[in-house]
């Protein structure tokens, strides 16, 4: 058996998959929700239903790769602190 990936590489607010996921996985829930409590034709009812599994699948596609990927760097600043220019 593998060893499970641990789950602290989900979050990296620095890389815009992240937020683009949670993005995505908050609105497949709320598109099933409008399906089931709003009374729509069968044809918004098919559409809604199939926007919310794409985003479902392809939210589950970006959390697969950040769990693959390396988390992104720290930027780093070519400027020097404004302590250095202080001390000198």
Do not use: I
Not at 6 to 16: C, G, H, I, V
Not at 29 to 50: D, I, Q
Not at 68 to 79: G, L
Request: charged share 15%.
């Amino acid at each position: 058996m593998q060893p499970s990936r641990p789950f602290s590489r989900l979050y990296q607010p620095r890389n815009p998959l992240f937020w683009l996921m949670l993005t995505l996985n908050a609105l497949s829930p709320a598109l099933a929700w409008v399906v089931h409590n709003r009374p729509l034709n069968a044809w918004a009812s098919v559409l809604l239903t199939c926007f919310a599994l794409g985003n479902a699948v392809l939210g589950t596609f970006l959390l697969w790769r950040l769990l693959r990927d390396e988390p992104a760097a720290p930027a780093q600043d070519d400027k020097p602190a404004q302590d250095d220019k202080l001390l000198s």
